[in-house]
């Protein structure tokens, strides 16, 4: 499956080849693979254009998912790994020295051949084996990448609001999130650390998935104009009353949901069109924390208004290698991981139907995935 856009500006299935085997990779086919917004961003070629970047066209795509080892080119101990494993693939391209990510295995990292393949070869180091007699399904698995994310960005912008109020009970003040798989993640943990959370969706089939995990849903269809306007509604008057109404009305949401003090971590992986909002809502020493740009990647604030009511701006981006085994043991120990529920899985050959129906966001379900091989 080729990554880079056609001019007719589609997917493509194509075969393409790759070399031998080098010391430390491993030959693997994918199971499960999990769409992530990287992938739509890709297409997009927006906010880059990965094949540019990377000196390659096309690519092959999709760097989260649930692989079977079929072959291991490593000294012996080197790498534990054996044919037949079940793993998670992390997707590291280029470590800085602390361990994350500067560039991303099949997005910006050349060379690198994704999951949205028959086959493909990958870093051992990078796989990570599916606990033996997981309690959980491939498929509850698969969705790792949303929580390994939720994970490192929670505890960066939980640690720093402690900074600034170390002693108040967490019961006492609001978290927040704008719709998406990591902040349903990142809010299941701001619940087991004891705040109220709350979050917004724009369905029937999310609203009763949050209110099966105690978080307080926000139906956005009651706010339909809160986001800014696109260029061609920009000289609309009308639409920017609409958007004053509507944004009127979701502060004095949040105004009782945080008894009158507003958010105190606000999970914002938008971006652009939301985020005065997202600044509005945010209570004194409150932190906006992100890991994402799903919908746009420059933001403008006031400076001084940001130092004035102590707003910690937090941005983290993937996780730190080393760290995956504890994230992985502790969703297994703690069922901190997917809930169960109606797959929504496409198969290999509806692969761009799925790349339509996300990026017009016509799937219900946080954790979209493909299919590439039976198990």
């Known amino acids: 499956m080729a990554g880079a856009r056609d001019r007719g500006g589609v997917l493509r299935r194509d075969r393409f080849t790759f070399g031998a085997l080098a010391e430390g990779e491993a030959l693997v086919e994918p199971i499960l693979g999990s769409w992530e917004a990287n992938i739509g961003h890709a297409l997009a070629r927006s906010p ?34 054996r044919e037949g494993d079940l793993c998670l693939v992390m997707p590291f391209g280029r470590l800085d020295r602390f361990g994350y990510a500067e560039l ?59 900074t600034q109020v170390a002693d108040d009970d967490p019961a006492n003040h609001l978290v927040f999130g704008w719709g998406g798989g990591v902040s349903f ?23 009763a998935l ?21 260029r061609r509604e920009r ?32 999970v914002d992986n938008i971006g652009e069109p939301l985020y005065d909002v997202t600044l509005k809502t945010l209570g004194r020493e409150g932190v906006v924390t992100t890991c ?44 901190w991981i997917a809930p169960k529920g109606p797959d929504v899985v496409y198969d290999f050959d509806r692969v761009p139907e799925l790349a339509d129906d996300y990026a017009n966001d016509r799937i219900g379900s946080y954790f979209p995935m493909y299919r590439v091989n039976p198990l």
């Open 48 to 81: 880059i254009d990965v094949c540019t970047s990377r000196g390659e066209d096309p690519v092959v795509l999709g760097n989260m998912g649930v692989v079977r080892v079929l072959e291991v080119h490593a000294d012996s101990g080197a790498v534990q790994l």
């Open 104 to 162: 991303v295995y099949a997005y910006d990292c050349p060379g690198t051949v994704g999951l949205l393949a028959k086959r493909t070869k990958v870093d051992a180091r990078l796989l990570l084996p599916v606990p033996d007699g997981t309690a959980y399904s491939l498929s509850q698995w698969a969705a790792y990448g949303r929580y390994f994310t939720a994970w490192d960005n929670w505890r960066k912008a939980f640690g720093c609001w402690r």
């Open 185 to 207: 993640a990142e809010l299941t943990l701001a619940k087991r650390a004891g705040f109220r959370v709350a979050m917004t969706a724009g369905s029937d089939e999310r609203v």
């Open 210 to 230: 949050l209110r099966e995990h105690d978080i307080t849903p926000v139906d956005r269809r009651e706010f339909p104009d809160l986001a800014l306007p696109g």
């Open 235 to 266: 000289a609309g008057r009308d639409r920017h009353e609409r958007r004053r109404t509507s944004v009127e009305n979701f502060l004095e949401v949040i105004g009782k949901l945080g008894d009158g003090n507003g958010v105190a971590i606000f």
């Open 292 to 335: 994402g740009w799903k919908a746009g990647m420059r933001l403008s604030h006031l400076r001084g208004a940001e130092s004035i009511a102590r707003h910690i701006h937090v941005h983290t981006h993937v996780w730190r290698l080393p760290d995956s085994p504890g994230i992985r043991d502790f969703q297994e120990a703690e069922g």
